[in-house]
């Protein structure tokens, strides 16, 4: 992992953190702070898709498929933009599927992972059990805000943490020469 | 490729060439040394690591993917396993970023492969043997590119053309990540490198996600490469490995000063046709790796033994040299012939407008002439110079 | 030589280009029908009493049925709309892969697209008449261009592919 990919993680751990314990003392703040993270991330990921399809991938054979995820995450973004005109309720919980959602994807990387006897499986699964546990968690207490709150705001803590952890690992690959 | 060819069957090629047994040993060692030669090796005896020819999998791992660290993988590998077959090629509607890449892959008899055979001619059999490795590489790795690239190095729809009682049998080929599983031909399983959409991630290297098919010289087999466009590519590696051998033998003839001039797409054929057979059993025969069908065509060819492959061997004798000796060492001459080579092929794709591969010194009118200045670069730092 | 009928004819080129454009624009629409469904959750299901602002009058009884009609009625279209898409989808990596070709769901893709057509130009006559705002209606339509993409991309591609079986 290059430098700069490593100061990102850092710096962007490092907002995570004020912003899950903003989210968890101030909910109604905390939620439109972590939406607007949301927002972004989707769709600097989709615009970074799109981008790479229309200046390289289209030549790819195959390289359709990285227009698709563009536009799926492109989707996932607006729809996230689109979020703040709703009722918060709505907003928690496409931010706790995209949580849930996230944590299971991790669960399967860590497994992966494991197969290929990185050094960091457990770690991986582990993360990506908490993140799942997050959110679905999040689910039984729909009908206590404050709890709800907690617990999300506890998510996105596990979620700066480990951002942070990440610029400081090594990272692992399998190579075939 | 792998060692079956590199050392013994380059040993066997450089004695059909008319070198003596001695030579050929030689030529075969620096050839298969150039899989070997990586920065941590070449640490270990305080060498230049400018030299390095190769790159372990946690050197890899190290490497940043920004673009120093893009130049210093593209260098390394475009240098020694993927030549380019075309630094000027043209495609229409492709944007300069997609075409640096593409100019990078690797094809035989390219204007490099001369140019590769040229400048050996100025070294001795260690400059020869990394001549022989880079040349044979070519039959093998092409369609590949020596530089981190998912939209050229990935591949796809690969089906391994079978010959058995019925005819020819199409039959797909299957991978898996585990790198600790390794291939059976029997059962048709093989590993290769997770797919990664990352467009500079290191897993879109060379031929990664071929796995190690084009270095068994008994598959043939067909694939969609990246960069085809849905073309279907066939990889007849008995055939290639055949060519690649008698082209090996028609260079070192040359390297010898047995032909004035070094033509591509010529193969000393008339020296290999009495061999040609038992070669082509050997290539041909189901087996992940053939050392000892090699091993032993050599030996009886020579009519003298073979000594594996010994890592060590030069070692010593480099860390022992005084430091104005070193350069006239083994190590020392093959560091020497390494850098050449690496600074020809970086100021080749660097005159043709690509920068994908670092800055050439030799273009700068301030700096150091190329690697003329090596002595100064390599001892005067421990580290090696710009290359 | 017979040029036309070797591998990497241009013909044969073109037929695996939309051969392979087919199968991922199947796969898109699966992916993005789950989306779709998702979303349709979130938005209509759990607060069905959005429904009520167009209810005026009537005991409370009444209301909560013609929600709970409303629900069952969201449901079933929602179920309808994915059990759709799936079928298309299925069908497309089907072709894409040289197995089937059936024109009945190219037919049921198109209608698809009618409908989502007719549905965005609603979109647009409700922003006219001021029940929506402009913001909201340019990410919707953004939305529904998107996912109507990999339907149109189905139509394109197994036409071309028709077209082209023909010629080989």
């Known amino acids: ?177 | 490729m792998q060692e079956d060819f590199h050392y013994y069957a380059t040993y066997c090629a450089a004695f059909l060439a008319g070198y003596t047994p001695e030579e050929s040993r030689e030529i075969a060692y620096s050839a298969q040394l150039v899989d070997c030669c990586s920065k941590t090796f070449i640490r270990k005896y305080k060498g230049p690591v400018t030299a390095a020819t190769t790159q372990l999998q946690t050197e890899l791992a190290d490497t940043h993917t920004n673009i120093p660290g893009i130049q210093d993988i593209t260098r390394i590998w475009a240098s020694f396993h993927f030549l380019p077959g075309n630094l000027y090629a043209v495609l229409k509607r492709r944007p300069r970023v997609y075409m640096d890449k593409y100019r990078l892959i690797c094809d035989v008899n390219g204007p490099l492969v001369r140019d590769t055979v040229i400048l050996a001619n100025k070294g001795g059999t260690e400059a020869c043997g990394i001549a022989m490795h880079i040349l044979a590489d070519t039959w093998a790795h092409r369609y590949f590119a020596g530089t981190p690239s998912f939209v050229i190095n990935d591949a796809r729809e690969f089906f391994e053309l079978r010959e058995t009682e019925n005819g020819i049998e199409r039959i797909k080929v299957r991978f898996n990540h585990n790198p600790i599983s390794p291939d059976s031909l029997e059962k048709n399983k093989f590993t290769n490198c997770l797919k990664q959409d990352g467009e500079l991630s290191t897993m879109n290297l060379g031929h990664g996600r071929a796995g190690h098919l084009p270095d068994y010289s008994c598959m043939v087999y067909e694939f969609q490469p990246a960069w085809g466009d849905y073309m279907i590519i066939l990889k007849d590696n008995p055939s290639d490995y055949y060519r690649a051998f008698c082209q090996m033998v028609y260079a070192m003839g040359f390297l010898r000063g047995e032909f004035t001039e070094f033509e591509t797409d010529r193969y000393d054929e008339e020296k290999v046709q009495p061999y040609r057979d038992e070669i082509m059993s050997i290539l041909k025969k189901r087996q992940l790796i053939a050392n000892e069908d090699w091993k032993s065509f050599g030996e009886r060819l020579t009519g003298t033994a073979l000594e594996d492959f010994d890592l060590q061997k030069y070692g010593g004798e480099y860390m022992a040299s005084a430091r104005e000796e070193k350069e006239h060492t083994f190590l020392g001459r093959f560091f020497t012939a390494a850098i050449a080579q690496k600074s020809m092929v970086t100021n080749k794709i660097y005159s043709s407008g690509n920068r994908i591969a670092g800055f050439s010194v030799e273009q700068d009118p301030g700096g150091l002439k190329g690697m003329a200045k090596f002595g100064m670069t390599a001892y005067g730092q421990g580290r090696g110079g710009a290359s | 030589m017979d040029t036309e009928n070797t591998i990497n004819s241009p013909l044969n080129i073109e037929l695996r280009r939309v051969s392979n454009y087919l199968g991922y624009s199947g796969r898109a629409v699966i992916i993005f029908g789950l989306w779709d469904a998702a979303k349709t959750v979130i938005q209509f299901i759990l607060d069905p009493e959005t429904f009520l602002q167009y209810f005026d009058g009537g005991t409370e009884i009444a209301r909560k049925l013609a929600v709970a009609f409303i629900v069952f009625i969201v449901m079933v279209l929602l179920t309808v709309g994915l059990c759709i898409r799936f079928f298309i989808g299925i069908r497309a990596i089907s072709e894409g892969q040289g197995k089937m070709k059936s024109p009945v769901y190219l037919v049921v893709t198109g209608l698809f697209l009618i409908v989502n057509t007719a549905f965005m130009i609603m979109d647009f006559i409700s922003v006219r008449v001021g029940h929506s705002e402009p913001d909201s209606l340019l990410i919707s339509v953004l939305i529904e261009i998107t996912s109507d993409f990999a339907l149109g991309m189905i139509l394109y591609s197994a036409c071309r592919l028709r077209f082209l079986n023909r010629r080989a």
């Open chain 1, 1 to 177: 992992m290059s430098k700069t990919r490593r100061a990102f993680y850092f710096l962007t751990g490092l907002i995570m953190v004020p912003l899950g314990i903003l989210f968890i003392l101030e909910p109604a703040e905390g939620y439109e702070y972590v939406l607007l993270l949301l927002v972004l991330a989707l769709l600097g990921y989709a615009v970074n898709h799109l981008i790479y399809y229309f200046l390289l991938a289209r030549f790819k054979t195959g390289g359709i498929e990285v227009l698709f995820k563009g536009l799926i995450f492109l989707d996932a973004g607006l729809f996230a933009l689109d979020l703040n005109d709703v009722p918060k309720a709505y907003g928690m919980l496409y931010m706790i599927g995209i949580m849930s959602l996230s944590g299971l994807i991790d669960l399967l990387q860590g497994n992966q992972a494991r197969i290929l006897q990185s050094g960091h499986w457990k770690y991986q699964m582990g993360y990506g059990a908490g993140k799942l546990f997050f959110g679905l968690s999040c689910l039984f207490f729909l009908d206590s805000a404050r709890i709800l709150t907690l617990v999300f705001g506890l998510g996105v803590l596990n979620m700066a943490v480990n951002r942070i952890s990440i610029a400081f690992r090594k990272t692992d690959m399998v190579y075939v020469k």
